[in-house]
């Protein structure tokens, strides 16, 4: 028989038919410090991130804008790909940074934030741009009011959380630094 989950148990599931769902890994009861201040930390990360976003767009815009002047005007017609091109790079710095080693951005690393599945798991690129895209969407319909989701749920998750099933933790509480040996 296949390693599919079904054993021989008389022609029944061993769980009772149910499907194996694994428990969540971050328990708000029992570790109530791993999301102590996540919302606010959260905010000043975006806040970071959105300057580490900002300054190669605003580069190109001006290299656009001096390019167009060098050659009479004509380079102004590049300015129709600067959209498109900063879309591209948040999708590829949120899916890149949180799908990196650290599951964090360079705001959420300042922060001591880090982004887990529900089940405890690192980030990865797909999930990494798929939570900017949800992130950028849900702020558009819902502005401040998307911090507001986060205040009624014991992990501080927020709408675009909860739809892709992760949860964004203090890693300094979880990866504590180590204290330096004594020299005396």
Do not use: K
């Not at 996540?38 to 976003?53: E, S």
């Not at 880090?114 to 798929?130: D, H, I």
């Amino acid at each position: 028989m296949s390693d599919s989950g079904y054993r021989n148990t008389g022609g029944a599931w061993p769980n009772g038919g149910g499907a194996n769902f694994q428990p969540h890994a971050f328990d708000p009861q029992l570790q109530p410090e791993l999301f102590r201040g996540v919302l606010t930390r959260r905010v000043l990360a975006f806040l970071i991130d959105l300057v580490v976003l900002s300054v190669p767009v605003i580069v190109g815009y001006l290299f656009i804008a001096v390019f167009g002047l060098i050659t009479l005007g004509l380079g102004w017609a590049l300015f129709w790909l600067a959209w498109p091109a900063s879309v591209i790079w948040a999708i590829v710095y949120y899916g890149a940074s949180l799908g990196g080693p650290y599951s964090a951005t360079l705001g959420m690393r300042v922060m001591d934030l880090e982004l887990r599945t529900w089940y405890g798991a690192p980030g990865y690129f797909v999930l990494g741009a798929m939570h900017a895209v949800l992130f950028w969407i849900s702020i558009s319909f819902l502005s401040p009011l998307v911090l507001l989701v986060g205040l009624f749920n014991g992990r501080r998750r927020l709408l675009h959380d909860i739809v892709l099933g992760t949860v964004v933790i203090n890693s300094s509480i979880r990866n504590p630094v180590a204290q330096p040996a004594r020299t005396f």
